[in-house]
């Protein structure tokens, strides 16, 4: 006789429909002078979400391939700008009905002689459903357990105290064709006090001046980071190009008074496509 | 001739007194403030929220003037790049207060004109609430825009 | 014959008095909408399966991550896909993709090596849809149920 299996919905029971937050804002900038922010979460979902907040410090780098990804330091030393440590997040922990609010209080104390400068954590949000109740199959002595989807966000905290100085370099910018695009890569490293939150542009330009090609994307740069952009080559012909790029300081998706300004860099390079 | 001065100067001064009784003055005092939005989330502020729903002040003649109320309603708020974010009225979003307290109003649908009768000594408050409906995708930032209240005499 | 002053007076004066008064008054309306993220995922069902076999659900058909965020902000997408959900009972052939539309059908394939991985994500749209699949393989697995938790993690920079 056969025997099945059953699987419980297996990344989850079956039959559990989705489960997520709203949250904002997106990122939070907190100043010595009031040491609070506060961040509002919201269950859009038609069931219980249970949602638990912490912290801990990091900042993004990129790996080989340019790509942007979070270091993590679980126990940053005394040279670390880590906040992780004198935030509190009030609650810590909720329940959120189906399509309730939370705002949720951060409060930040941080040493009494912190020097001035920019200190930075990140908040993790973690949100999961509602646990299924075990239950007794009557008729085969099977025990059903179930486990909801978890999704976790993690938002960048900056915490200043005095005020911040923004500076950029850039340095190593090549541009090379890849397949049907453009690979632009650039060196860039934070020289001021404030992380550089800025918006990279690059522009292909042929021979006669023209700009064929162009693109535009947010920058973090915490220490330094290599990114790795790509511009559409389409049907552009072969012959010689230039890539002009520049970094300027503030991003569309954050507020222009929490920036601090950098003076924008700029640099250019020749490239030949095939 | 005292008696045709005397009318000269009765006709001359009665027309001014009149202009004087006919003036009427509409003093905006706060628009609708919805404060932080999250992005598909509504926002609604009641005409009863002191703090945020909308309010204009009314001066005019006195001995319980009757007026017609009649408010220029945005549709939406304005935003950064040209966004615009919907706004929705009901029927008991105006409110009017011969006491201007927005704790003592007679509730009225916004959306057409109302008629009400000022205070003895020519007072009220008309309050306004209000809908906003950010779409899930809204664009983040500061939105505006202008809310006109009209105030007429009809006798 | 020219008019008398008193006649005179009388029409100068007559004017204003029948004009009804009115009066605007302006006030503006102002809100912030913050920025936002929203996440959310539903379930990969794989419903009864034998107790030695396999079975796929591919990613069209399978769990559905939505993000909702500003257009062009930056994120980093990183998930873990567990291997096994018990003994005799694995999980492997993880199907990603993504789009910045609800259609899996031109949706982008994203390289999945193991079960852990992470990648960078914009969206013009302000959404990105995710789709993920696998296949299951049992041997001689016992009866019962099986679940673990799949774990979405976006990392806004």
Redesign the interface.
Known sequence: MLRTLVLAAALSPGGLPAQGVLIAPTAVFIDARSRTASLMIVNPNEQVAEVEISTLFGYPVTDSAGQLILRTVDAPDSTAPSAAAWVRPFPRRMTLAPHAQQTVRLLVSPPPSLPDGEYWSRLVITARGGQVPLTQAADSGQVRVGLSVEVRTILPLLYRKGRQQGALRLTRLTAEPDGDSVVVRAHLERTGTAAALGTARGELVDSGGTVRASFTAPVSAYYAIDPRFTVPRDSLPAGGYRLRFEVTPGRADLAPEVIVPFQAVRDSVSLQLP | MRR?LL??VL??T???A??RA????????????????????S?IVSRTDALRA???DIK?AGNSRIVELRFTL?AA?S?PGGAT?P?SYTAGDGGFSAEQSVASQIGFDPRTAYTATLSGPGRGSVFLG?R?T?A??????????????????LQ | MHLRPLTVLVCLAAGPAGAAAQSSGSATMTGTVLSAITISGSDLGFGNVLPTGSKRVAAPMGGRFVITMAASAPVTITYALPATLGPGVGLGAWELLSNVLNDPASAQAIPVSSGNGSFGATTTTGTLYLWVGATVTTTSAGVGSYSRPITLTVTYN
Request: charged share 5%.
């Open positions: 045709r009318a000269a006709l001359l009665a027309p001014l009149a202009g006919q003036n009427i003055q509409v003093t905006g005092i706060q628009g609708v403030s919805f404060g932080s939005m999250l992005p598909g989330v926002t909308a309010r204009f005019g945005p708020l935003g974010l706004l209000c906003a950010p899930a995708n809204q664009a983040a930032g500061n939105y505006s825009a202008t809310l006109t209240l009209t105030v007429a005499y």
